[in-house]
């Protein structure tokens, strides 16, 4: 059948979906490395997450009130939903990981946290009652079992209920982020979202860990304050600002398949960095991660059943992109 021009205008959009979510899981791998350079001098994993948060807050005020400041404006209605998106889905997936890997194993909690995309067809299917092809739960299910290779899962040491309960919090919150930044791009651009969002985060931190008892004196070396801005600006504010952009273009479930791409990449790059081996158990299961993204992209996309539902009565108060317009068959 020959493509119309809505057809490819749709077909791009949703190819550039695809590419910013990968592009968002490189960086996020990216991150784990130039942490490393802090946490193993000595620097506090939640302080972490709130260098994190507050300085890619700051950097986005800064630039929207001079450059953008009409984008600073949002309905009073839509400040909770941005405050737990913020607070629940940023703030919280950092602190139910970092709780999770301090009673777990590094890798079951990572393999928990990647179900994530497995919950959101859940939720879809049993809230909703989506029809979800088996395509996409093919693929999710795939991806699952190469993070649980690549991590090496199996070597799951002593198991503990309450670090097994914080990995389903990360997943859980890891979900809430991409389903509610799904909806929140229908009204508002993607530095919008994550201002609000890194801003009610921010405020979180502050009250659970006083600014003033910040360890300052760990960034007193060039080094680590050039590793303190990668990780809030290559593998914080850009990543999240491509995955926010990314789901205005794909649904939020295959963002989320795409985004289990970290741990493989996390992987290649202490490989590259750190000098660290890999096994061929993670060799194996990288593949079979990045087999589960390629198949994702061959099924085709039913905007109707897979993107997040609006609440009764609301509309999209921007333009949507053509794969999500739905003024154009699907063509994903």
């Known amino acids: 059948m020959r493509e119309t021009a809505p057809m490819r205008a749709e077909h791009r959009s949703t190819r550039l979906g ?8 490189a960086m996020w791998a990216l991150n784990g490395s130039l942490a490393r350079f802090l946490l193993d001098d000595g620097v506090d994993p939640l302080r972490l997450s709130q260098l994190r948060s507050t300085v890619s807050w700051a950097i986005l ?8 400041p009409g984008l600073l404006r949002v309905r009073r209605e839509d400040v909770p939903r941005l405050a737990f998106v913020g607070i629940v889905g940023l703030a919280g997936v950092h ?34 009652k989506r029809d979800l092809g088996r395509g996409l739960w093919g693929a999710a299910g795939l991806s699952a079992l190469g993070c649980f290779l690549v991590v090496r899962a199996y070597d799951f040491g002593a198991l503990d209920v309450l670090g097994i309960a914080a990995a389903f919090g990360a997943a859980i919150t890891f979900a809430i982020y991409l389903v509610g930044s799904e909806q929140l791009g229908r009204r508002y651009e993607p530095v919008t979202t994550l201002l609000y969002a890194f801003g009610f985060a921010t405020l979180l931190w502050a009250v659970a860990q006083p600014v003033w008892a910040f360890p300052f004196d760990r960034f007193d070396s060039l080094d680590n304050i050039l ?13 999240f600002v491509l995955m926010v952009s990314a789901v205005r273009h794909i649904p939020a479930p295959r963002a989320a398949i795409v985004a289990t791409l970290e741990p493989v990449l ?5 490989w590259v960095i750190h000098d660290e081996s890999l096994s061929p158990g993670q060799i194996a299961g990288g593949l079979v991660v990045v087999a589960a993204v390629i198949w994702v992209q061959f099924q085709r996309i039913s905007h109707e059943d897979e993107a997040a539902p609006l609440r009764a009565g609301e509309t999209e ?16």
Do not use: C, E
């Not at 005020?61 to 953008?68: D, E, G, I, P, Y």
């Not at 303190?228 to 850009?238: S, Y």
């Not at 108060?317 to 317009?325: M, V």
């Open 18 to 25: 695809y590419l910013l979510a990968a592009t968002a899981a």
């Open 61 to 68: 005020v800064v630039v929207l009130v001079a450059a953008r």
């Open 95 to 128: 602190a139910t990981y970092f709780f999770a890997i301090d009673r777990l194993q590094i890798g079951v909690a990572l393999t928990i946290q990647y179900l994530g995309p497995l919950l959101i067809l859940i939720w879809l299917v049993v809230v909703h």
């Open 227 to 239: 590793y303190g801005l990668g990780v809030a600006v290559v593998g914080t504010l850009v990543p």
């Open 266 to 270: 996390a992987a290649v790059f202490a």
């Open 317 to 332: 108060a921007i333009p949507a992109p053509a794969a999500l317009s739905g003024r154009a068959p699907s063509i994903g």
